[in-house]
């Protein structure tokens, strides 16, 4: 793919293979929560729409990384940031091997699961090399997964709806807090190419679900699948819908 970052990783040497490329590999997290048999669809072909909007989402994790490499280089790593820069690694290389052989529904979740895990490493090593706590693991940003770990929960409501708890990343809430929207990630849907959010699109729902399936539990997803008048659908896309 000639949109693929190039290789990363200028501060490391050899490291153990690559869990996330060994054949038949896949998470285990998302057998939890949400994951827990509530996707029928799971073995369905991959269409067109998941297939490349997680290739997207690759590429964006690929530009993380390479910000990340600037923002590190030059600075002694210790043994646990070291740790977390190789799994933000290998979960780049491991997303995009999956996507190399991914056929199904199942398959698309995976990946999001594997880019999740690599995102809250990305946040565990900005912690670390400036000082600061490691981060909560916590949902990624609701109005964009790709967004990266979410640091909050912030008060918001689509139009018409209900206000609830969001989980969202820095950015979102200021932006909330400031009176301005939340960057909410738009896709194309329909004939006529009307935008809508991701959680409006049926196809969206593999990534939804690889992204939040370990987070079953928390207060605010629930909050908002719950709440299925105000955001139905993306209840509709965790599969907690019979309708």
Known sequence: DPRAPQPFGMLHGPQPPNPFLQQGHA??????????????????????????????DITRFGDELRDLDLDVVGRELDEATQ?????ALDAYDGAKQQLSRARSNADVRTIAEIMEGGRYSVACVRARVNGRPVPERRPPCFFDPAHGVSVADVSWAPPGGAPRQVPACAADASRI??????????????????????W?????????????????????????????LMIGGFALLMGLLDD
């Open 177 to 198: 807090r400031t009176g301005h929207d939340p960057s909410i990630r738009m896709v194309y849907a329909g004939p006529q190419g009307a935008m809508v959010p991701y």
């Open 200 to 228: 409006d699109h049926r196809d969206y729902a593999p990534l939804a679900q690889g992204y939040y399936g370990r987070f079953g539990g928390d207060p605010a997803l629930r909050s908002i699948t719950n709440g299925a």
């Open 83 to 87: 740790a977390d820069y190789t799994q």
């Open 27 to 56: 998470p285990s997290f998302g057998q939890q929560g949400y994951g827990a048999g509530y996707d029928p669809a799971a073995q369905q072909p991959i269409s067109e729409t998941s297939r490349r909007a997680i290739d997207e």
